[in-house]
């Protein structure tokens, strides 16, 4: 299908056109037990030094990344052919590709790290929090003028961080059963110290001083373990947005992207005018509500601040987008079809086995 309708438009911000990158974390399973098959570096061997993927935190996920991408229509061409080719590979060697943000079965604690210097670190400083990672996440980049703009950026998506999250819920199969939460990997993944909102900083000095002093606390072991749900990425000049779930289909990543595309394109216009950051009050209960009930949880409205469900304030969230019309059609399928955790759902309890689940969840991985 085309990722978005032929007369969309790239999001500007002041004329300036906003760069998309993704970053998408998978799972290597073994296709007849379910369980993990930490295959990883002989994947990438398969894959003859594919520049677009590389090793994660433990050998049975994989890491795609892609170029970086002005509209849409590129967006969804990259995650979709570095989904294809990924899960070929994996296919070669007779395991599945698949796209969750947890483990369905039990994960195997320290012993599939992946053997790098920084992460043997992390294992050390963090045992318990590693011990029990493997989780898998989407992250977008949105590019930015500078780190002064992003920072105020940040305080700005503060109030939509768990709509995100719900609409990308897709984790609620763990330990072999359904965990009644739509997003066990933000448990799992809040767990790390520096795992929290972003807060309003009143400018970049106050954000660097807040990541030095959770790194000199120990909360973090450097600049890229700092796990904001939002961040300043530590590697480009971008605005991050980690909230999100590891996405089901290449449809549900499109859709994460056009969405924080579009906030950070108005946070940015705000920040410009000089509009006040709007009063943003118990994002934790948000981002909890939204991890345990997806879109049925309940939600402040930045604007009012009557309670409400998340599945409503899609409508707000439309609205401050310039450029909503591609954003609206995904929203209208993934209302029709489901979130990711509905999905997951129905094929647990149509599966009659375990592989079948598995089965099916690799097929919507790869689905387009």
């Known amino acids: ?89 994996t296919a070669q060697l007779g395991y599945l590709l698949v796209a969750s943000g947890v483990v369905p079965l039990s994960v195997p604690g320290l012993s599939a790290l992946t053997d790098d210097p920084r992460y043997g670190e992390l294992a050390r400083r963090y045992p318990l929090q590693a011990a029990g990672c493997g989780t898998c996440a989407c992250h977008v980049h949105i590019g930015i003028p500078s780190r002064e703009l992003g920072v105020q950026v940040l305080a700005r998506l503060r109030p939509w961080l768990a709509t995100l999250l719900a609409l990308t819920a897709n984790s609620p199969i763990a330990d072999g059963r359904d965990t009644s939460w739509s997003s066990w990997r933000y448990r799992r993944w809040c767990q790390w110290p520096s795992a929290i909102p972003p807060r309003a900083w009143r400018d970049v000095r106050a954000y660097d001083a807040a990541v030095h002093n959770l790194i000199r606390g120990g909360r973090a072991l450097d600049e890229r373990g700092i796990y904001f749900h939002a961040r300043l990425s530590p590697r480009y000049p971008t605005v991050e947005v980690r909230i999100m779930d590891a996405c089901l289909t290449s449809e549900d990543t499109l859709l994460a992207v056009a969405l924080v595309r579009g906030l950070v394109a108005a946070a940015l216009d705000e920040a410009r005018r000089g509009l006040p950051v709007e009063h943003c009050g118990r994002i934790a209960a948000g981002l909890a509500s939204a991890a345990r009930h997806g879109l049925d949880g309940q939600v402040t409205d930045p604007h009012t601040g009557c309670a409400l469900r998340q599945r409503d304030l899609t409508n707000a969230l439309l609205n401050r987008i310039t450029d909503a019309e591609p954003v609206a059609q995904l929203l209208d399928r993934l209302h029709t079809h489901g979130t990711g955790a509905a999905r997951q759902r129905a094929m647990w309890s149509k599966a009659a086995e375990l592989r079948e689940f598995t089965r099916l969840l690799a097929e919507a991985t790869r689905a387009h």
């Open 1 to 89: 299908m085309s990722a978005s309708p032929s007369a969309e438009a790239s999001a500007r911000s002041h004329g300036e056109l906003l760069t998309l990158g993704v970053e998408e974390e998978f799972l290597l399973l073994d296709a007849a037990t379910g369980e993990v098959a930490p295959v990883a570096p002989q994947v990438l061997t398969l894959l003859g030094g594919e520049p677009g993927i590389k090793l994660e935190f433990m050998r049975y996920q994989l890491e795609t990344t892609t170029g970086i991408c002005t509209t849409l229509d590129e967006v969804y061409r990259d995650i979709t052919r570095l989904r294809e080719i990924t899960a070929d590979a």
